[in-house]
């Protein structure tokens, strides 16, 4: 009886594990606004545009489908958004915070994440869902 007491006045996990992802993912949010990413970054300091970001970073990287990397150079454009945020390609312990950071700046941007892999894997290269992102005005300048 005493043991039901107890498990009754404790916050239930369910709870703390929601309090714990929600300050998480504040933590998270916080630290990928304040990026500091020289190498991509325009002159201006300003962040660039998801179409920008294609164009510019794409160039270092083949293209590839499916994935978002395939550990040998090459790329998806969510993959290359990733790199642009800082991941390596390798490393998938840094992976999640990347990816989140570039599902941050898409959403920011207007553009679903669905959309970006749909115009990769249907076989547009980074230029062409540049293009397409610009000429729709998907994403905000």
Known sequence: MARQQLLMQETPVSKNLQAYKKQLLQNIE??????DIN????????ESSIPQILRTCGKQFTQIRREYTDGLGGRCALGVIMSYYGWDGKCMTNAERRLYAALVALRRAGISKELLIELNDSGAT????????????????
């Open 30 to 35: 916080q630290r990928t606004d304040g990026l």
């Open 126 to 141: 980074f230029d062409e869902i540049a293009d397409y992102l610009d000429r729709n005005q998907v994403s905000k300048s």
């Open 39 to 46: 190498a991509t970054r325009q002159q201006s300091n300003q």
